[in-house]
């Protein structure tokens, strides 16, 4: 199992609703796939000290479960996923990934 964690920063660039709707479009468009069967979306829960982050303050954060790094790879270049992340560049945003096997819960 392989986990394709995406952090987002949408800076000021979109409202709650609009980051929001976006995570669900993920969520869906990924899910429709048929190439993973989990997707876990959690939005960023602020600090005062955000604005000391060095590359970004985050917004949110997606976790995209996948059998392999193979599979990871198709839904990184699924039409319908690479067509919705051009059409989101109008309001433009930032995203760093990391591909790790999956992280074990705290108890």
Known sequence: MICHTLVFSFGDN???AERDQFLSTVRE???GS???NQVET???LGLPNDSYAQTFVS???VQLF?????TVEKLSGYDKLVKFEH?????PYSVVW???EPITPTA
């Open 98 to 100: 990391i591909n790790h």
């Open 66 to 70: 996948c059998e392999d790094l193979d």
């Open 87 to 91: 059409e989101q560049q109008d309001k």
């Open 14 to 16: 979109r409202t709650d």
């Open 29 to 31: 468009i990924c899910l």
């Open 59 to 61: 917004s949110a954060i």
């Open 34 to 36: 048929g190439m993973t």
């Open 42 to 44: 959690r939005t960023h």
